[in-house]
Each structure stands twice: as C-alpha cells, then as structure tokens.
C-alpha cells in the first residue's frame, strides 16, 4: 500500500547478509511484521516487533526499527538459497497495510 | 489441519461472469481480509471483517461484495468479473489483539478474459 514502501529488489551472494529496508508513515501502528513469499505460495510470517522495540533477533534474522524516522529493517545473516523469496514489510493498527514487496535473490 | 482454507486454487471467468471465492478459517479467529496481490503492488485490502456480521471495505472494493454469517466463513463475491480483476488472491484471518499478524491462505489465482 501507498503507505507503506520499500525497494523492490536485492541481489545478494550466498553466504552475505541481506539487509532489506521499508519505511511506513503511520506512527500509531502497534506492531510491524516481515513476512516471507515463496514462488506460487501465501504469505508465510517470518517475525513482528511491537513499535516499543527497537530490535528484536530471532536465530538469522534481525529486526531493527526507528520510530522517529518510521523505518524498518530485517537483516538476514548467512544468506541461503532458501532465502530467495518476495519479503513484505506489513504495518497494523486494527488491520495489515503491506509494502510492495523485495525480491530476493540469491546467488551462488 | 489449522488454518486458512481458500477454493478454488484456480479459476478462470469470462468477462461479465460472477462468482464466489470461498474462505474459511478453523481457529476462531475474529478478524478476517481478503487482499489482490499484483506485480510490483504488494498486497491491497479489498474487504475485511472484525466479526460476524461486521464487514467494511478497504482499499479497492469497487466491484467486490463480502459478508460475514459466521465467524468461520468470509466469502468474496464478484459481481461482474472485468479483466482488471485478474489476481492473485488471499484470504487471511487473526485474533483480535494479538500480536501474531495474520494467517493467510495459499490463494485462488483468478484469470478474467
């Protein structure tokens, strides 16, 4: 949505980290997701922070956000060929407002 | 197993057809959406519930109608299929107040010519 952006694609050598950015403009949002797209699948949840974190880990991946300049970044240590997917920063009041989406690809 | 279940995983309609797109959900869950997911636009709201008999539009409504009987069915109707209506799309469902996002289902990907 309008409301929510980020750049639609990285490339990144296995074996990298990949850091993916969004940034959002409603400040009244409570939580802030990434979720993770495989070809032909839904929307698998990869992990959320509530907006009174500044950053949560969780085994590769590592979520930071800034409330002040209302961004959000997921960084993916150790980049695999399974990582290679669409990630979409999501923003929720009372419902999920989604960016467009960042095409990851992986390369040997 | 739990979760979201959307049919058909395919369709493919004549232009000026209609149709429903089923959705249903075994978890209880109170809030329910269905978004169109198209190349290099993410996902936008369609319609979305936040219980029986309480539905509300979102972004792109224009030609689409839902209802809520039921809190485990959120049916997507389209009244007159047009080929901008070409999509991907999902049906997703989630408790209220909680901080788990949302579950979606796998999707119908709907083809109008």
């Known amino acids: 949505g309008e409301d929510v952006e980020q750049s639609l694609f990285l490339s990144v050598r296995e074996g990298d980290s990949s850091v993916i950015n969004c940034t959002y403009t409603d400040s009244s949002s409570t939580y802030l997701y990434w979720y993770k797209q495989e070809p032909g699948a839904g929307l698998q949840l990869l992990t959320y922070i509530f907006s009174n974190m500044d950053m949560k880990q969780d085994q590769r991946l590592t979520v930071l956000l800034n409330k002040k300049d209302k961004h959000l970044s997921l960084r993916i240590a150790d980049t695999q060929t399974g990582d290679s997917a669409i990630y979409f920063c999501a923003e929720r009041d009372y419902k999920l407002s989604f960016g467009a989406g960042t095409t990851v690809t992986v390369r040997a | 197993n739990a979760g979201v279940t959307q049919t058909p995983k395919f369709q493919v309609l004549k232009t000026g057809q209609s149709m429903t797109l089923q959705c249903a959900q075994d978890?209880?869950?109170?809030?329910m959406s269905w978004y169109r997911q198209d190349p290099g636009m993410g996902l936008r709201l369609i319609h979305y519930?936040?219980?029986?008999?309480?539905?509300d539009q979102g972004e792109v409504p224009n030609g689409y109608n839902v209802s809520r009987s039921t809190t485990e069915d959120f049916p997507l109707r389209l009244l007159s299929a047009a080929p901008s209506q070409t999509s991907v799309y999902f049906c997703?469902?989630?408790?209220?107040?909680?901080?788990?996002?949302?579950?979606f289902g796998s999707g119908t990907r709907l083809t109008v010519v």
């Open positions: 519930s936040v219980g029986a008999g309480i539905t």
């Open positions: 978890m209880n869950h109170e809030y």
């Open positions: 997703a469902s989630s408790r209220d107040g909680t901080n788990y996002g949302y579950t």
